[in-house]
């Protein structure tokens, strides 16, 4: 089995579900391999948790690890938490109105991804990047519905 990179690390040490990051010895050994910011930033975004790394590195650099995290970086990644929180909220709101067009044409549906999931593991909505769309279903009623909605 191979180590895992600093980046990678770091990350992993920061985004965790319940939101404590897990600090100690084991940060302290990866700060001092000294990792590639921007390294941690793409990892964030190829993973889709950009949102919580930010809160992560904010909670570190609040804490006594003081890990000195980049100005460029931190704004980075409150420029991108705010993009994916603002893209969230429109895909909450879209999904919220096909309920609504489901409900008018008496289509019973359980929404189980995108912003409900987030929102049941991260207690909100805007703390992971989602990629979900909501494709038509084969029933007549629901392709009339997703298909009136382009």
């Not at 889709?48 to 992560?56: E, I, Q, S």
């Not at 995290?69 to 980075?76: C, F, G, L």
């Not at 549906?109 to 990047?129: C, N």
């Amino acid at each position: 089995m191979t180590e895992a990179t600093p980046e990678f690390e770091l990350l992993a040490r920061c985004v965790r579900p319940d939101g404590a990051v897990a600090t100690g010895e084991r940060l302290d050994a990866v700060l001092a391999r000294d990792p590639d910011w921007d390294r941690v930033l793409e990892l964030g975004r190829q993973h889709g948790v950009t949102p919580l790394l930010n809160r992560g590195v904010q909670e570190l650099d609040a804490s006594e690890a003081g890990i000195g995290v980049p100005e460029r970086v931190r704004s980075a990644l409150t420029e991108r938490t705010r993009s994916t929180a603002m893209r969230n909220i429109r895909s909450a709101s879209e999904l919220r109105e096909l309920l609504e067009a489901f409900e008018a044409r008496g289509v019973r549906a359980l929404p189980f991804k995108g912003p409900v999931l987030e929102a049941f593991a991260h207690g909100e909505i805007g703390m992971r990047a989602s990629t979900h769309s909501y494709p038509a279903a084969s029933s007549t009623s629901t392709a009339a519905v997703t298909s009136s909605r382009g």
